[in-house]
């Protein structure tokens, strides 16, 4: 009897992001597993039930999930929605457990098996299955559309008989795989763009797609790079220079993008008060952070606030899930990636390898107790400190899912689509 993968609706409402698209319900049952659909799972993603019908899937409904032997989703599932799960079933999803422990421990309990996608470590044959990426590179984007919604003037120069419009300056902070995305978008629409990063090798990657790298480029900043590509903790006294290097040079910005976060941690404050009060009226400032924290002094999670000087704060969350209909496609590929490398081509059933990299580095809860190294004990390991760059959520960008860096680089590398 074939093996059962079941797709709910997420139960969170300002989640409208879906675990699988028609593309990836054909791919699972060539693999020769059933798919379940929950009914209205992916309306919020432009995909009808009629779309998952001719892929192949059944329509069900909550009910569905209690004879599944793997769930695939968007968010860590709640308590009512692990009760409903049997016991030994897989879940697959952005779990975000840091600080969670109780979540963790209930997944364990349940006899589940959980995996944390944003844990897949960042190797070759993984690169596919890379949720952080896929959701930040989105989350790029969708920052400048924002910002360019908000921003009462074009961003590109105009030339007119009337007169000319001047380009708009568009300043990066963090350029991991949403910060170069940000980059990429903003060029393609005509702004002059600067960026910065704490990574020497960022400063090739921004030149490449025709912005201006800005920093304090002395010795301790060329040593700032560890062999993995993370970025190394910098001194106090880089730390104040860079500072004040960013600090004028946001005063003459139009746009400013914030793309830092810490896995398990608070976001860094990278933009104060005192930078936000010397920007130009009219300026906007979006926060890609904002959901754990944020980057800037005085940002409000899913609040724009225009202050009393003129300048805008954009404190969307959840980024990626405002364009769901990508961010569901490019979500659902990463699953069916990794729920593919445990099926076996010959018996077609799934098998959990303890041993592989991918199983090791993702299985949070494993027949009946926590596993994972970072959860296994009531005190947990601390989070990880800034391999700058491990992005997240939001779910986008995590969680976040979704982005992490210490200044905002999440995987390095030139972001899909950039030009």
Request: glycine share 8%; charged share 20%.
């Amino acid at each position: 009897m074939a093996q059962t993968v079941f797709i709910p609706k997420e139960i969170d409402p300002a989640e409208p992001r879906v675990a699988a698209s028609p593309d990836t319900v054909k791919r699972m049952k060539a693999l020769g597993l059933d798919v379940v659909v929950e009914s209205g799972a992916g309306l919020n993603s432009r995909i009808p039930d009629s779309e998952f019908t001719k892929a192949g899937a059944t329509i069900g409904g909550v009910a569905d999930a209690s004879s599944a032997d793997v769930v695939l989703k968007v968010r860590r599932p709640s308590a009512d929605e692990i009760r409903g799960y049997k016991s030994g079933a897989l879940v697959i999803a952005t779990m975000d457990p840091y600080g969670k422990q109780a979540e963790v421990e209930a997944m364990g309990s349940a006899g589940i098996s959980a995996f944390a996608m944003e844990f897949m470590p960042r190797i070759t044959r993984a690169q596919v299955m890379d949720v952080l990426s896929s959701q930040a590179n989105l989350a790029g984007y969708q920052a400048v559309v924002d910002a360019a919604a908000v921003y009462d003037r074009a961003l590109p120069m105009m030339m007119t008989a009337a007169g000319t419009v001047p380009a708009a300056k568009v300043f990066v902070m963090g350029a991991g795989v949403a910060g170069l995305q940000a980059i990429a978008t903003a060029r393609r629409m005509g702004a002059i763009v600067t960026a910065t990063d704490v990574r020497p090798a960022a400063k090739e990657q921004v030149a490449s797609l025709g912005a201006k790298f800005v920093a304090v480029e002395d010795e301790e900043f060329k040593a700032a790079e560890t062999a993995g590509g993370y970025a190394k903790e910098m001194s106090k006294a880089y730390q104040d220079k860079q500072s004040a290097l960013v600090a004028e040079h946001i005063a003459k910005q139009d746009i400013v993008i914030t793309t830092a976060l810490i896995p398990g941690r608070p976001a860094p404050k990278l933009v104060s008060a005192a930078m936000v009060a010397a920007m130009k009226p009219g300026s906007v400032l979006v926060d890609l952070a904002v959901e754990r924290g944020g980057n800037v002094e005085g940002a409000v999670a899913d609040a724009v606030i225009t202050l009393e000087n003129g300048v805008t704060i954009v404190g969307h969350t959840n980024v990626a899930g405002r364009i769901a209909a990508s961010a569901s496609l490019l979500y659902a590929r990463n699953l069916y990636a990794f729920l593919e490398s445990m099926v076996d081509k010959t018996s077609k059933t799934i098998v959990v390898n303890p041993d592989d990299e991918l199983v090791k580095a993702t299985l949070l809860t494993h027949g009946g107790a926590v596993i994972h190294p970072n959860f296994a004990s009531a005190a947990p390991v601390a989070a990880p400190t800034a391999p700058a760059e491990a992005v997240s959520t939001e779910p986008g960008l995590d969680a976040a899912p979704e982005e992490a860096a210490a200044v905002g680089g999440e995987q390095p590398g030139k972001p899909e689509g950039a030009a």
